[in-house]
């Protein structure tokens, strides 16, 4: 029966020869002189595959086996513990169970298939006693995320390639606002998986700006013969950081919010920003303090916090701050 659980090898039907190999050192290890013929039946190849495996273990890594023309078997002429093959940590198998579990955020896009077999080779090519410790990781580590948003596999695996490709697309663009869809041209520069959702970042001809897309509101994605360079100053990095969330624009603003006592340890213990700075106030609030491009995206996030929060720069946002607030206390008037 093999070690690996079904759900670990999702997409393998065949086993690997790493682990018809690691197979064959453990019936080794129990002595008993097996063959080829025995492994073949155990492991459902044919003998020519179970020869050939064990001349490469012998011949290419250096392992002492022997055939016993008396027992008609073959047999290690001196201890080994373990096979030579992927020396790993307790810190490195944690992140491979991490990044196992992980897998749940791609499901439904095209790259969830070839995640999984990636993983599932590394972890076939793991001793029997890692693999177990593998599989009691992944029932202990779970990740949860927030809502996703149904993106067309079509539609990620096109801009995903014209972005490989840098070539430039067409794609029909509805906003929840819009009731019919409009044409965008753009240059697909970064894809980002942002809680969940699934954006594009590219330049758009028509506004000749970089502009952010929601991908699960694209469909009908053209690539065209058409190819483009994204320019030197355009870095994904900067222009995500520079955002709350994931959209932006020009501009650079420094943003101050005030929170009160009540949950000024969870401020703290949190990082919501990566140009971020914390400061505990003589009153018992925090003030959080860090630099958007567009500080417009932060009205609503305040305003999520209810009375705990306080606005305090830029000041010409507050008045957007209050007349959300308004709008919200008309609707219990």
């Known amino acids: 029966m093999s070690y690996m659980s079904e759900a670990t090898r999702i997409h393998s039907l065949k086993r690997p020869a790493i682990e018809r190999m690691l197979r064959i050192h453990q019936a080794l290890k129990r002595g008993g002189h097996p063959n080829c013929t025995k492994l073949s039946r155990e492991l459902e190849v044919s003998t020519k595959t179970i020869s050939r495996d064990i001349d490469f273990m012998r011949d290419r890594m250096q392992m002492p086996i022997e055939y016993d023309a008396v027992k008609h078997g073959y047999y290690y002429t001196r201890e080994v513990e373990s096979m030579p093959t992927i020396d790993i940590s307790e810190g490195e198998l944690l992140a491979l169970s991490i990044a196992q579990k992980s897998l749940d955020l791609y499901k439904g896009t095209p790259f969830e298939k070839p995640l999984s077999n990636a993983i599932n080779k590394l972890a076939a090519s793991l001793p029997l006693n890692i693999t177990s410790n593998l599989e009691q990781l992944s029932e202990t580590i779970s990740f949860h995320h927030g809502s996703q948003s149904n993106v067309d596999e079509s539609v990620l695996k096109a801009i995903t390639q014209a972005a490989i490709e840098k070539k430039t697309i067409s794609f029909d663009y509805k906003k929840p606002s819009q009731d019919h869809p409009t044409q965008r041209n753009l240059a697909p520069y970064h894809i980002a998986n942002y809680i969940g959702k699934w954006y594009l970042i590219g330049h758009d001809f028509d506004r000749n700006a970089v502009r952010t897309f929601l991908l699960s509101r694209a469909e009908k994605v053209?690539?065209?013969?058409?190819?483009?360079?994204?320019?030197?100053?355009?870095?994904?990095?900067?222009?995500l950081w520079n955002s709350f969330g994931i959209h932006t624009a020009q501009g650079n603003t420094e943003v101050i919010i005030d929170f009160s006592p009540s949950i000024a340890g969870y401020i703290q213990e949190n990082n919501w920003h990566p140009t971020q700075?914390?400061?505990?106030?003589?009153?018992?609030?925090?003030?959080?303090?860090?630099?958007?491009?567009?500080?417009?995206?932060?009205?609503?996030?305040?305003?999520?916090?209810?009375?705990?929060?306080?606005?305090?720069?830029?000041?010409?946002?507050?008045?957007?701050?209050?007349?959300?607030?308004k709008r919200i206390l008309a609707h219990y008037a």
């Open 222 to 239: 053209i690539t065209n013969k058409a190819k483009f360079s994204i320019p030197d100053d355009f870095s994904a990095n900067e222009y």
């Open 277 to 325: 700075q914390i400061e505990r106030l003589a009153n018992g609030w925090v003030r959080l303090t860090f630099h958007l491009e567009r500080p417009q995206d932060i009205v609503q996030w305040v305003i999520s916090w209810g009375e705990q929060a306080k606005l305090i720069k830029p000041q010409n946002l507050q008045k957007d701050v209050t007349a959300a607030a």
